[in-house]
């Protein structure tokens, strides 16, 4: 069976997670990472050698990296759905995959840290501006490309929806009150967001409040 190792609070485990929920594919998950610990451990180390989750293990397959994960999970068992087969679709969707991590992740990182991991009287909402405004200047790119459309790629949903969503819980949902910055107003991401996040294979994962 398939194993990931993770902590569930972790917007990259979420991905997998929920990419091995969509294709139905039954898994076991390793508690690891943040309080866990276990990714300092040789044993964690010999399969991914930066000790970051998600890991996984499929027939004796290891592979890290979520993204990676995902378009390996999506390419094995979800062609021609979740892993579009036309070259260009999937070259979008991977486009959409590699802004995730390129130009989304690092400012989500900081406000994660700096916000939701912060005590709200410790939080320095002046440090935190440049990261809130490149985020929210990244998802704005996404709220254009989500003008007239259900999905990011295609008619359905496919990988390029999937790691941005789990990002976009984080951005929807990280508590603001008392920092003073305010979201931009984002109703195409906002919809998007809201009906992916009412998938049968979502339930149960991205719990509020943030963690
Ligand atoms: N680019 C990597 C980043 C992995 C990463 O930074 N994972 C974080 C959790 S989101 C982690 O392992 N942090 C250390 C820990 O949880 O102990 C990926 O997408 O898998």
């Known amino acids: 069976m398939l194993k990931v190792w993770g902590r569930i609070n972790s917007v990259n485990v979420e991905k997998v997670i929920w990419t091995a929920q969509e294709l139905g594919i039954p898994f076991e998950r390793i508690e690891a990472g943040g309080a866990f610990g276990v990714v300092d451990t040789p044993d964690f180390r010999a399969m991914n050698p930066v000790g970051r989750v998600p890991v996984i293990e499929d027939d004796g397959f290891v592979l890290?990296?979520?993204?990676?994960?995902?378009?390996?999970?999506?390419?094995?068992?979800?062609?021609?759905?979740?892993?579009?087969?036309?070259?260009?679709?999937?070259?979008?969707?991977?486009?959409?995959?590699?802004?995730?991590?390129?130009?989304?992740?690092?400012?989500?990182?900081?406000?994660?840290?700096?916000?939701?991991?912060?005590?709200?009287?410790?939080?320095?909402?002046?440090a935190l501006a440049p990261a809130f405004a490149s985020l929210g200047a990244a998802l704005a790119i996404v709220e254009a490309a989500l003008a007239g459309r259900t999905y990011l790629v295609g008619e359905s949903l496919t990988v390029a929806d999937i790691p941005l969503a789990c990002c976009a819980h984080r951005w929807f949902n990280m508590p603001l009150e008392g920092t003073g910055l305010e979201r931009p107003d984002l109703p195409n991401l906002a919809a998007w967001y809201g009906r992916l996040k009412a998938r049968p294979a979502v339930q149960g994962l991205m719990p509020t409040p943030l963690t």
Do not use: C
Request: hydrophobic share 45%.
């Open 64 to 126: 890290w990296e979520s993204n990676a994960i995902v378009r390996y999970l999506a390419t094995r068992h979800g062609l021609g759905t979740l892993m579009p087969s036309d070259l260009q679709a999937q070259a979008e969707a991977g486009r959409w995959m590699d802004f995730q991590l390129g130009t989304v992740a690092a400012p989500l990182s900081a406000l994660t840290w700096g916000i939701v991991r912060t005590a709200p009287d410790k939080r320095d909402p002046k």
